[in-house]
């Protein structure tokens, strides 16, 4: 059974940081790219940041304020989040992808909100 279970989110001032992590299991890690997502209320699921093998890429919107990496021995991926904004209010999806096969799983969502 596969699972992805994040953690970390939480309420944060504008300009603070949060650190957002997801567990896999169930999948052999390091076959799979992984990802982060958000959605906010009334918006669609968009792109944050992925990781593949060492290949990253980035929404022009969070460029240069966060950053997502991965631990391999312990089958996490991690969204560090800086100087956030309250635009980045959001619920945050852990993804994990095999290549272009179409399989994929989804975590539960951690909710991220940003005061101002």
């Known amino acids: 059974q596969v699972q992805l279970v994040e953690s970390g989110g939480g309420l944060v001032q504008a300009g603070g940081s949060l650190r957002l992590s997801c567990v896999a299991s169930?999948?052999?890690?390091?076959?799979?790219?992984m990802g982060w997502y958000r959605q906010a209320p009334g918006k669609q699921r968009e792109l944050v940041a992925a990781?593949?093998?060492?290949?990253?890429n980035y929404a022009d919107s969070v460029k240069g304020r966060f950053t997502i990496s991965r631990d391999s021995a312990k089958s996490t991926v991690y969204l560090q989040m800086n100087n956030l904004k309250p635009e980045d209010t959001a619920v945050y999806y852990c993804?994990?992808?095999?290549?272009?096969?179409?399989?994929?799983?989804w975590g539960q969502g951690t909710q991220v909100t940003v005061s101002s």
């Open positions: 993804n994990a992808a095999l290549g272009d096969s179409g399989r994929a799983y």
């Open positions: 169930g999948i052999t890690f390091s076959l799979y790219g």
């Open positions: 990781i593949r093998r060492s290949n990253t």
